[in-house]
């Protein structure tokens, strides 16, 4: 299974982006999709997640009303869009698939990952 993240780039406090997440050689109709962030020497963090289904979103307190989270099955894609986004936002983004029960934070319940898109929020 790989999933390739894109959509990242360097932007100014306010501005939106939308994140992309390709997934192949998986069945991604059947894995909870989360979206986690990282500064360097830090760890990874949550920031959302979506169900298989889509029925059910997750999002870190930090992001709630601005990030939305979406999938589409047939694109074996999830989205994130990021609205109004502010500095504190910068880091490098990864998508990650789950095979398991939906548990949105739990990072080491997540079984595959991309590898990351950078996103540079300027004041």
């Known amino acids: 299974v790989q999933l390739q993240a894109s959509g990242g780039g360097s932007v100014q406090a306010g501005d939106s982006l939308r994140l992309s997440c390709v997934v192949s050689g998986g069945s991604f109709s059947t894995y909870n999709m989360g979206w986690f962030r990282q500064s360097p020497g830090m760890e990874r963090t949550f920031v959302s997640a979506?169900?298989?289904?889509?029925?059910?979103?997750h999002y870190a307190d930090s992001v709630k009303g601005r990030f939305t989270v979406s999938r589409d099955n047939g694109k074996n894609t999830v989205y994130l869009q990021m609205n109004s986004l502010k500095p504190e936002d910068t880091d490098v983004y990864y998508c990650?698939?789950?095979?398991?029960?939906?548990?949105?934070?739990?990072?080491?319940?997540?079984?595959?990952w991309g590898q990351g898109t950078q996103v540079t929020v300027s004041s």
């Open positions: 990650a698939a789950s095979t398991r029960d939906f548990n949105p934070t739990a990072r080491a319940l997540y079984d595959y």
């Open positions: 979506i169900s298989w289904s889509g029925a059910s979103t």
